[in-house]
Each structure stands twice: as structure tokens, then as C-alpha cells.
């Protein structure tokens, strides 16, 4: 049980405090991949652990959205660390095409960094065009400390920013790892940690459900639904309770198939106590910041769907793990010292089956031989026009245009838009083709628009854009996914917590990159540049 309740009053005055004035001792930031608003409040009325105690002590912004249009992880972590757009700002997907370099580069990629003694990728904040409030608190106060830790590097990473003390995350390959980017040697506390939760020990672990069977039958949809993943004992088509670890995986396949379990991010969990304990955190009146990337529920919302029984069993467990996760900081800080944020990265769209049979809503997968068949009809059109095509290169459904090439051919780009545009949309589930021009410049009536501004970049950014219709994905014949800027994917839960907060629930409008600029204000420190975002502070008092 929590224990301090004598010091309610600290965290008011820390909240109301000016610049100079005292801060909390420890944030707290926690980001739970594809926690879509709808899917949050769904299951809210289940939670009696961490998130019930987060929303108890906490100011909720019912009407919070991510602006920038693309829904993904990279561009989400980069704005909640930073409070900027990611398409202004250059960081354009996880994977992207670079035009300056001519290949796909992931979003947190550093050919300078190097793994120390447990594998790690060459992956850090140094190539990132920005920085992130842990990065403005340490330019004002040497002597705090900023780390990440996360399932996914890029969650570690984009969060905790250029400066961080140290960021760790899962290597899929069984072990929690950083590199030398962070640090020198490896920290001798995670060398422990990792051979205390030893992953290759979870062979016989079986996920069960929680809760009993009637309960998931009140939420969620029948154990097994049309259009989830079976990743289990595939035999038979059977995507069902309980899961496992097969006999005949191999120590690889057990430490990827980890990230689909709730015990990722368990440990993930515990790892941040462990780092707050071994690295001092909160520990004194310099205020430090952790953050916090808990992944799995984006592995399992992409096989299963937000109202599977693997979803909402997965947020169960999360919500007894995050209740421990505060025990343990009363035990060490106390939380009248600590201040939380919670939020997510993106949404998702439910199971295209789900939507459709459950919700009665238009969409659906889109038809691959369709699909390909008018980019096929698009290409020889070009051809038949200009005798090549070469000057187009197509990433998925983006197109980027060699403009030289297009002016040494003759070639008039508005009829290039014209013929892609036209085979596209002709295709099912497909909604608008925008071109680059039509985004560097919105509507300021077409939302979508406005919010796909938000993720354009003037040189890198895709001469062709193509967004679904709403309730559509590419993803087939199982699963679902995001990327777009309809609600399911933007409309996100954002809460800032404290002991000394009472339940109170906005519906100003917000939105993601409001985030960190507010930590920041909280932290007492301002950001060296401008910012997309403001602060909410003032919303909190």
C-alpha cells in the first residue's frame, strides 16, 4: 500500500511554484505504445491498481490528439519527448526514405555508436533534429539526471533525448542493453538485472487471463475473432488462451516472440525501479526525470485488436504491475515528491472484422491485387506518356519525383499527379491522394490535411501522399494497424498525476505536443527554441 500521506501540501506548492522555485524531486513520464483514447476508457472501470491510482490523483485531458497525421511510433515518441511536429522538424516515419542519402534510414539510427558488452544497435538521440525537456532540464541543472528506459529503443531514446544520462532497452535478443553512446561500461546493475529475469527461464511460462471468463465477455470480443493473429500452436487456426512458449522455438524465436507477452513489460517495469534505485534518482532536491516505454500493448493491438481478450488482459496485468511500480517509488522517494504524466504514442484502428460486424462501420482490408494492379495501370500510363518512368520512385503507396530528371524529360509534374491520383483512388478503401504541395500548403477546412502538414517536411517529405479511407488498413489477412489521422489513431489519453492532485477531467482541446513542454514548465525550465506545443501547467493548479 501506499504509505505517505502527510505531505499533500508539497506537491501543491511544487505545482504552483515560478521559475527558480522548487520542482518535483522525480517526473515521471510513462507512454504506453497504442493506448488509444477509446481503447484507455473502454477498460477503465476494470483498473483497481496503478492506472486507477494515476486517474484517482490526476488532471485527464479527455480531448487530446496527436496533430501531425501519421500515427507511429518514431514521430509519436519524438513529439511527446520534444513538443515539435515531426514532419518540420525531419523525422518522418520509424523507417523512412532519405532523399540526401538515397536508402531508408531508421529514425534513431548512429553509425557512431557502438554496443559495449551486450549486443545493442548502433541507435541513439545524436542524428535526432531536436531535443527533448530532459535535454532543457540539463542544460540548466548539470546535476540532474535524465533516463530512459523502454521495450523499444526508439521509445528509450526519443523520449529521454540527446543528453540523457543513460537509455536502456530490450534487444530482442534476451537482454536489456545500452551502448557506448550513453556510457563507457555497461552499468553492473543491469548486468544483475538481466541474469535475475534470465528470458530463456520462460520457456514453460503460460500467459493465462486474470480475470474470469464472464468479465471478458462483458469487454471484449469471443477469444476467438475474426482477423487475429495466430501466433500460437498454428496447426489449427486458433488464436486463443492460453499462450506459450512452443517446444521447438528456438532461444531467438522465445526472445522475439517476448515482446507479445505482458511479461515484457513487467520487466521493463521493474527495470525502472532498479534503475531509480541504482542511479540515486529523486533522491534529492535537484530534480531528475525518468522515462518510461512500456511496447507491448503495440504488439499485441496489431495481432489481436484494442477489444481482444489479449488486449484487455494485457492492461489488467499492466495496471497490478504499475501499482507495484508505485509502491516501490513511495518506498524509495515517497510520491509526494514525484509528479507522473501518461499518455501514448498513437491509437489504432479496431480489427477491420470488428469494425464492421461489431460496430457496423464501412471499411475493410485493402485487396493487394487491386491495389497493385492500379499502381501497375499508373506506371504504364507514365510509360506510354514518356517512354520511362524512371524519374518516380515508389516507397509503399508514396511517390518521390527525381525533379531533374522530370525537367531534362519535359515532364509536367500536375499530370504525373493527375494519372497517379486518379488509378489510386479508383481503388477501394483508398480516400485521398495528396501531393506535396496540397500539404506544405492545407486547406485549412480538410483536418486531414492540416494534421498531414504536420508531418511534412519540405525536401524529404514524398511528392505523393496516400491516405485510406476511414476504417481501412493494408494490413491483411489478420491484424490491424494506424497511420492515420482519423480519431481511433489521434484521440489520445493524457493525464498528469500527483499525490496532492485531486480526479478532475478537461475537455479543453490539446494535444500531444503540449506534452513536454509542460513537464518542462513543471521542471521549471524552458526550452532553448521555439516550440509547437503549450504548456498546461496553469490547467493543473
Not at 483514447?37 to 485527464?60: E, I, M, N, R
Not at 486474470?210 to 495466430?230: C, V
Amino acid at each position: 500500500m501506499l504509505k505517505k500521506t502527510a505531505a499533500i501540501m508539497t506537491i501543491v506548492l511544487l505545482m504552483s511554484c515560478g521559475q527558480g522555485e522548487r520542482s518535483p524531486r522525480l517526473v515521471v513520464f510513462i507512454v504506453v505504445d497504442d493506448l488509444a483514447h477509446h481503447t484507455y476508457t473502454h477498460y477503465q472501470a476494470l483498473f483497481t491498481g496503478g492506472f486507477k491510482w494515476l486517474y484517482d490523483h490526476g488532471v485527464s485531458f479527455d480531448n487530446a490528439h496527436l496533430e501531425h497525421g501519421y500515427a507511429s511510433t518514431g514521430p509519436g515518441h519524438f513529439v511527446l519527448g520534444s513538443s515539435l511536429h515531426p514532419g518540420p522538424a525531419g523525422l518522418l516515419a520509424n523507417h523512412f526514405y532519405d532523399k540526401r542519402v538515397g536508402h531508408d534510414v531508421y529514425c534513431i539510427e548512429d553509425s557512431s555508436a557502438h554496443e559495449l558488452d551486450i549486443p545493442a544497435n548502433s541507435v541513439s538521440y545524436k542524428n535526432v533534429p531536436g531535443s527533448t525537456f530532459g535535454d532543457w532540464l540539463k542544460a540548466r541543472s548539470p546535476e540532474s539526471k535524465v533516463i530512459g528506459v523502454g521495450c523499444k529503443d526508439r521509445a528509450a531514446i526519443l523520449l529521454s533525448g540527446k543528453n540523457a544520462d543513460l537509455a536502456v532497452w530490450y534487444n530482442w535478443r534476451g537482454s536489456f542493453t545500452t551502448n557506448d553512446y550513453y556510457t563507457e561500461t555497461t552499468p553492473a546493475w543491469l548486468h544483475d538485472f538481466n541474469r535475475e529475469h534470465n528470458m530463456v527461464s520462460y520457456r514453460d511460462s503460460l500467459w493465462t487471463r486474470s480475470l474470469p471468463d464472464a468479465i471478458y465477455d462483458q469487454y471484449a470480443h469471443a477469444d476467438s475473432f475474426p482477423g487475429e493473429t495466430d501466433r500460437y500452436l498454428t496447426d489449427t487456426y486458433s488464436p486463443v488462451f492460453p499462450k506459450g512458449i512452443e517446444s521447438e522455438w528456438d532461444d531467438k524465436k522465445v526472445f522475439s516472440e517476448m515482446g507479445s507477452r505482458p511479461w515484457l513489460d513487467r520487466m521493463t517495469l521493474q527495470l525502472a525501479s532498479k534503475a531509480i534505485k541504482e542511479e540515486g534518482l529523486g533522491q534529492d532536491d535537484v530534480p531528475d526525470v525518468l522515462t518510461l516505454g512500456l511496447s507491448v500493448m503495440d504488439i499485441i493491438v496489431h495481432y489481436y485488436g484494442p477489444y481482444s481478450q489479449e488486449t484487455m488482459d494485457l492492461l489488467v496485468k499492466m495496471d497490478g504491475y504499475l501499482q507495484n511500480f508505485l509502491d516501490d517509488l513511495d518506498d524509495q522517494i515517497g510520491l509526494e515528491h514525484v509528479v507522473f504524466a501518461l499518455s501514448t504514442d498513437h491509437g489504432s484502428l479496431p480489427l477491420p472484422e470488428h469494425w464492421t460486424q461489431v460496430m457496423g462501420k464501412t471499411g475493410g482490408r485493402i485487396n493487394a491485387v487491386e491495389l497493385n494492379a492500379a499502381r501497375d495501370k499508373a506506371m504504364a500510363s507514365i510509360l506510354d506518356m514518356y517512354g520511362t518512368h524512371d524519374f518516380i520512385l515508389r516507397r509503399g503507396d508514396t511517390y518521390f519525383y527525381d525533379q531533374n530528371s522530370m525537367t531534362s524529360l519535359g515532364v509536367e509534374p500536375a499530370r504525373i499527379d493527375s494519372i497517379i491520383r486518379s488509378n489510386l483512388e479508383s481503388v477501394e478503401g483508398i480516400g485521398r491522394v495528396y501531393t506535396k504541395a496540397e500539404l506544405l500548403d492545407p486547406d485549412p477546412e480538410d483536418r486531414n490535411a492540416v494534421r498531414l502538414s504536420h508531418m511534412t517536411h519540405p525536401e524529404l517529405s514524398p511528392d505523393i501522399y496516400t491516405l485510406l479511407e476511414k476504417g481501412w488498413i493494408y494490413r491483411g489477412p489478420y491484424g490491424t494497424s494506424h497511420q492515420t489521422p482519423y480519431d481511433y489513431d489521434s484521440h489520445i489519453p493524457l493525464m498528469f498525476s500527483s499525490l496532492g492532485f485531486t480526479r478532475t477531467t478537461l475537455n479543453d482541446s490539446v494535444q500531444m505536443a503540449d506534452v513536454a513542454i509542460t513537464l518542462a514548465d513543471i521542471l521549471n525550465v524552458n526550452p532553448p527554441h521555439k516550440v509547437d506545443g503549450k504548456s498546461l501547467k496553469s490547467l493543473l493548479n
